[in-house]
Nanobody, 115 residues
């Protein structure tokens, strides 16, 4: 069973930056597609960004140009660099791993963007 552990969340002012990390257990990280999702209070979980096995990235329109997803296969870790943060980015951010149509999730890390 794959385990995912997110870290890096916290309180930041508008315009600030945070980097989220997701450490993945096991030896199959390099063959999994990885993603970051978020869920704001009262809203559905939504895709923020994902990155394929080959490194192809995809972003939600709301974060394009501000967020960058990356992966380090040697460290079994996926990152989300978040710049120019806005109050509407406030949410719990979840790491996702997908392999053969099966999803694994972390428990989430809270990001609050507030003055």
């Amino acid at each position: 069973q794959v385990q995912l552990v997110e870290s890096g969340g916290g309180l930041v002012q508008p315009g600030g930056s945070l980097r989220l990390s997701c450490a993945v257990s096991g030896s199959i990280f390099s063959i999994m597609n990885m993603g970051w999702y978020r869920q704001a209070p009262g809203k559905q979980r939504e895709l923020v960004a994902d990155i394929s096995i080959s490194g192809i990235t995809n972003y939600a329109d709301s974060v394009k140009g501000r967020f960058t997803i990356s992966r380090d296969n040697a460290k079994n870790t996926v990152y989300l660099q978040m710049n120019s943060l806005k109050p509407e980015d406030t949410a719990v951010y979840y790491c996702n791993a997908r392999l053969s149509g099966m999803d694994s999730w972390g428990k989430g890390t809270l990001v609050i963007v507030s003055p």
